[in-house]
């Protein structure tokens, strides 16, 4: 590993992790990307549950990523909440149910009664944003010089938004 810098404080490391992090977004992730994708501010809708869906809260957070896409969204709270709890993104996908799989919504109802703020994001192109989207597709977006890993990126940073801005106590109404 003789091209890693050979830094000797934990200031100079922080400062090359930042740049590091910094090039990686704007060569990589945001190669491309029109600035509207990346606005600062998250958008942030609240919607209603599918009426067929048990045991989930009656509105449920839909930030929006990129291209102002809707990313729908599950989130899990504890019955009884302290001033600070911790919170989970949980990133899964590949399975035509989405975030309505079992399996998927067990570990999010076991880590809400566990104490955490569990958020499940669906995962682009499957369970109900299989229609119009396709996951695999992010290679015609690279093919027009924008990064379609973007996409992906933006729809999991928004959630991080949600879960970061959760109020305490929650909306009225959530248990």
């Known amino acids: ?10 200031e100079a490391w922080r400062e090359y992790a930042d740049n ?36 989930l809260p009656d509105e449920n957070p839909a930030p929006r990523g990129a291209a102002g896409t809707l990313i729908l969204a599950v989130l899990y709270v504890p019955e009884k909440l302290s001033s600070k709890v911790p919170v989970v993104l949980n990133v899964n996908g590949h399975t035509p149910e989405g975030i309505a799989w079992e399996h998927y919504q067990a ?6 009664k566990r104490g ?7 995962w682009i ?3 109900q944003m299989r229609r119009g989207f396709a996951h695999g597709r992010m290679n015609q977006l690279d ?23 959760c109020p305490t106590p929650i909306r009225s109404g959530w248990r």
């Open 1 to 10: 590993m003789a091209d890693l810098p050979r830094l000797q404080s934990a």
């Open 20 to 55: 590091l992090r910094e090039e990686t977004l704007e060569s990589i992730i945001f190669r491309g990307v029109p600035e509207s994708w990346r606005s600062p501010e998250p958008r942030i809708e609240w919607v209603g549950r599918d009426p067929g869906r048990t045991r």
């Open 107 to 112: 570990r999010c109802i076991n880590e809400a």
């Open 116 to 122: 955490m703020i569990a958020l499940a994001p669906e």
């Open 125 to 127: 192109g499957y369970g």
């Open 143 to 165: 093919l027009c010089g924008v990064s379609g890993v973007a996409v992906f990126y933006q729809a999991m940073a928004r959630g991080i938004d949600v879960l970061c801005r």
